[in-house]
């Protein structure tokens, strides 16, 4: 059996050619934006946070119903059942299921794949599940075609695991094994994002204002140079000192270089970034506060697209899962 290249654990990487696991590990590739990207860094930005949170914490708190179907075809709720009080009740002794699939939601958006450890009793019945962080999970198949995981532990130990024993949670999939997250296929976005972010920093860390050239008359000692830098940041750096009045003395006149961010259209480059992650993760803008264009008669249009069109497939997607790992379902 041919194994997918992408399935194949640890697999080599060169920094000219880096796998995408190396590139996670030491935090991200650089964009042309000039910043590293990562999916933990990504999701530092608003926009990102914000839609992450909406996606997993309004999925989780949807309820979880396990059906019986009775021999003349009708469907019964059993509300005993022990999958709907793993997943809507006690998950393990440590997590309640709607944390549980709140984390599993959440990493699967933002990394691509949620996991967690089915713990099954004499009888194969599900009993508990445990979380397990998706940067320490590999993919492998075996040459009989077993597909299995393998945990790499805190203690560096690596452990093996049947995939009936993973409930595996997929963002979209381009290989059927494993989820892409949006954020790894749109870093050049992100990265934008992110250095729009920090340039709006640093303005509002210098003090507010455009970068200024300090003018001295003839010439300085290094040591004089440093000194007036010094008593000029500490004055006026910094937001509680912007618009604070400036007091130039002997002969030292002040320039104002460099382009105000309204007129580069920082703050609209900005904006640009938030329309398009909420693009990215299938939800209106209204979802991560952009009321720009949202109106009474379309927003609650725009609510039920977000049920059809966005957490609709990824549903389906999750139901499919837990019918074939958690209901027997199973190979």
């Known amino acids: 059996m041919l194994l997918p290249d992408i399935l194949r654990p640890f697999a080599s990487s060169t920094l000219k050619n880096p796998e995408q696991w190396f590139t996670d590990l030491i935090g991200g590739g650089t964009t042309r934006a000039g910043v590293a990207v990562s999916p933990d860094k ?27 179907r009775d021999s003349d075809g009708a469907t019964h709720k059993d509300s005993t059942h022990p999958v709907t009080r793993l997943l809507q009740g006690r998950a393990n002794p440590m997590m309640d299921g709607l944390s549980l699939r709140q984390a599993m939601i959440a990493s699967a958006e933002l990394r691509g794949n949620g996991y967690a450890e089915i713990v099954r ?52 999939t381009l290989n059927g094994f494993l989820g892409v997250s949006p954020l790894t296929i ?47 940041k500490e004055a006026h750096g910094g937001v509680d000192n912007a618009h604070k009045t400036a007091v130039i003395q002997g002969g030292m006149t002040i320039e104002k270089i460099g382009v105000d961010p309204d007129n580069a259209q920082a703050l609209e480059s900005r904006k640009f970034s938030v329309t ?27 609510g ?17 899962e837990i019918d074939t790992k958690l209901l027997g379902a199973a190979p």
């Open 42 to 68: 990504a999701f530092g930005l608003p926009a990102v946070f914000s839609v992450v949170s909406f996606l997993a914490e309004v999925e989780s708190s949807l309820p979880v119903s396990v059906f019986r």
């Open 121 to 172: 009793n004499d009888h194969d019945q599900p009993i508990e599940l445990w979380f397990l962080d998706s940067r320490n999970m590999t993919l492998e198949i075996f040459d009989d075609g077993t597909l299995a995981y393998t945990y790499t532990q805190a203690d560096g130990k690596r452990v093996g695991l049947r995939a009936k024993d993973v409930l595996h949670r997929r963002a979209l």
């Open 186 to 232: 749109c870093r050049e976005n992100i990265g934008i994002g992110l250095a729009g972010e920090g340039n709006a920093a640093a303005f509002y860390g210098n003090g507010s204002v455009p970068n200024l050239a300090l003018t001295v008359p003839g010439s300085i000692s290094p040591k004089l140079l440093k000194e007036n830098k010094r008593q000029w």
């Open 276 to 302: 398009d992650i909420a693009r990215m993760f299938r939800v209106p803008p209204h979802i991560v506060g952009d009321l720009e264009k949202a109106t009474f008669s379309n927003i609650e249009e725009q």
């Open 304 to 320: 039920r697209e977000v049920v059809r069109y966005s957490l609709a497939p990824r549903l389906k997607r999750w139901e499919t």
